[in-house]
């Protein structure tokens, strides 16, 4: 059997999901760049990019809560206690994501490397505890009888 440190699951979901702000989230736009802007956007009171959707700017809004719902999420495990609302926030941070598509698809956006490692980044970290409690059979590595030359 094959097992994973939790913890080691965990510090990969970290840095993935640290890395994806230093990349490219797609269109040459950072995701420390992209982070911000779905988070301020919403909030601006001007039409901007969305003066023709209420769904459009729903779904931006919805994208930008993102990161902030992730580190209460972690922020709440961490401190061992509440587990039913870490599970309800990690629940909802995996529905949030599609919001990113939508937003996306309205501005004509397509993804690159930076949101995927965000989005996988925040996957392991969330759910490290259940990716390492997956046990992995090895298979038997048998050596198969040969006949013997003389």
């Not at 809560?65 to 599970?87: E, M, S």
Request: aromatic share 18%; charged share 10%.
């Amino acid at each position: 059997m094959v097992a994973v440190n939790r913890r080691y699951i965990s510090w990969v979901g970290w840095v993935f999901y640290a890395a994806s702000f230093a990349m490219i989230a797609g269109n040459g736009i950072f995701g420390f760049a992209f982070a911000d802007w779905a988070l301020t956007i919403p909030w601006a009171g001007i039409g901007g990019i969305f003066y023709d959707g209420t769904f459009q700017r729903l779904a931006m809004l919805i994208a930008g809560w993102i990161n902030p719902v992730f580190l209460t999420a972690v922020a709440i495990k961490l401190r061992g206690r509440h587990n039913g609302w870490f599970a309800a926030l990690r629940i909802a941070v995996v529905f949030m994501i599609p919001s990113c598509w939508v937003v996306a698809r309205h501005i004509g956006f397509f993804f690159r490397e930076g949101f995927y490692a965000w989005v996988l980044g925040m996957l392991l970290v969330l759910f490290s505890d259940n990716i390492a409690a997956i046990r992995i059979r090895q298979p038997l590595h048998e050596t198969p009888n040969l006949p013997q030359s003389h």
